[in-house]
């Protein structure tokens, strides 16, 4: 990899794009706080903080077994809002075209964020188009940025204590098979689990102390993620992640680490262990794999108890999947 | 043109894109408002508003006179929030670079950003990044949404009045002219007009009813979309619409209509007769070529008094000229 050059890696939501970030140095973030999470968060005065967030979607192919790239633009932006505990307000579109774009494409993704949109009551506010000569993009990338309010003291982001549990609401893998199936032309009954995470949530935002969706990077991204904003290691319970049988499978069939798959309607938790029984309950009603999956320790490593003995869950590198989100 | 597929001329600014974003039809904004304005509004209590605003850049070529795609992308947002009446509070960046992006050049970029955020005092403050495979898009898109607050009240959103005047912060199509001289590769002294106009906004906020800046499909398309919104006309007087001489050389030269060169760091407002001279002379401070160039009138056109007589400036359609910001 020549150094000097933007790898496609750098864009995969692994140790590399986390490099690529960190070397842009933002000066100067005045009173904003959380720039490195899902979303940043400001005190607005009268208890409130507003909460900013913003994602770009590159997605390939943009129809897949259950969704399109409209559809999970709306929900991965809400689903930043979300995750930080943030009451999403509104969004904003901004959609670049490939000139020569099928206007029926293009309305059936319009019609998927309106369907999403109305859904969930979070409206699509202000936007903007633009369109770049045949060849210079690859059909449509979305942006979705969101703004959203939070009380003070109700931000997902509160410190983590050892022994705390580590719950998951659903099982994972299956945006990024759904999505790939497609790619890689192979037949699955798999769809993408791609959802608004909202009224999820909700249900247990007063019982858990941090929350976050594993998209690029999957789980493997996820827990470093936490891992290293808290400076506490994770001990995960292999047997007990829940994923389907055919993502497993298939993610084998490809060679790709199933904890690295991205998801696009699952969210990781965290909350003390006299918590955990109610949260994972709680979730159960929304997803009935949604499980207990690990426990807070202070290694400073994200390790997993396999039956062959525990060992490390690094942070993705290299070239995870591009495009899957 | 074929109607089922996108064309280049929806994505520049003039009358076919304005049809394109009316065509998806958002249901629903809540309780937000100004949707259609260059940013949405929402009242959040305690007198204040919200107001929230996005848009995708991307320009060919990224590097030209006086400028860059990032210069661009950071002052064009803030301009939105700031014709507004909005204070800036902060701002969002979501990059999508091809495969082989040479970093030196996304270094430029970042530092032009960075300079830009450290003169206003607007943060970056939440980001995204993504990676298309080499060819898949021309060398990089940038989006920036941005939040900002107004005082209720305090929008530059006010009802019109016949025989208000129309004020421009300087002369016109620099920005175009700059941008075109690296694409048809011709020497020219004019440099892009590109800047944060927050400081001169604010000097004239209190005397002003509405302002907006004429970036793609220039003053026509501004005057137009100000004259649709109130239902009202517009008188311009032709001589004295501020442009520098090689402008107007080079407009004429690439047969490119002056009124729809597209600005990036220009206002149009209007004010009350009486504030009008009053508006002209603070502005003239920051650009000696601020300018009233006419009157808001009963007719619902924008007609030009020419020397030749007076005739219609119609809102820009078809392919005005492309990826110009």
């Not at 020549?2 to 100067?28: Q, Y």
């Not at 904003?92 to 964020?113: A, Q, T």
């Not at 470093?224 to 497993?248: C, F, T, W, Y």
């Amino acid at each position: 990899m020549n150094k000097d050059f933007v790898s496609l890696s750098e864009g995969s939501g692994g140790k590399e794009m986390n490099d690529l970030i960190k070397s842009f140095t933002f000066r100067g973030r005045g009173r904003w706080k959380n720039c490195y999470d899902d979303s940043a968060t400001l005190d607005i005065g009268d208890s409130k903080l507003l909460v900013f967030t913003t994602d770009s979607f590159v997605i390939n192919p943009i129809f897949f077994p259950g969704g399109d790239i409209g559809h999970v633009s709306v929900c991965g932006t809400i689903n930043d809002l979300a995750v930080m505990g943030a009451t999403p307000l509104g969004l904003s579109l901004g959609i670049v075209l490939e000139e020569g774009f099928s206007k029926r494409d293009l309305k059936k993704i319009i019609n998927s964020i309106n369907k999403i949109s109305k859904d969930t009551g979070i409206p699509i506010v202000t936007g903007d188009t633009k369109v770049m000569e045949k060849g210079k993009v690859d059909k449509i990338v979305i942006n979705v940025s969101g703004v959203g309010i939070a009380k003070k003291g109700g931000l997902l982001d509160k410190p983590l204590e050892i022994g705390d549990r580590i719950i998951i609401s659903g099982g994972i893998g299956e945006h990024a098979i759904a999505l790939l199936s497609k790619r890689f032309d192979y037949k699955t009954s798999i769809i993408t689990d791609s959802k608004p995470l909202v009224e999820e949530i909700s249900s247990v935002r007063h019982l858990i102390k941090a929350a976050k969706d594993p998209t690029r990077g999957g789980i493997a991204a996820t827990l470093n993620d936490i891992s290293q904003k808290h400076n506490l290691g994770m001990l995960i319970d292999e047997e007990s992640i829940p994923a389907k049988k055919e993502v497993r499978i298939v993610s084998e069939m490809l060679g790709i680490n199933l904890y690295e798959l991205a998801c696009e309607g699952r969210f990781i938790c965290i909350s003390s262990k006299d918590n955990a029984c109610l949260v994972e309950n709680t979730l159960k009603k929304f997803n009935s794999d949604a499980k207990i999956i690990g426990t807070v320790t202070d290694d400073n490593k994200v390790v997993i108890d396999t039956q062959l003995g525990r060992r490390i869950l690094p942070e993705p590198r290299g070239l995870i999947v591009p495009r899957i989100c």
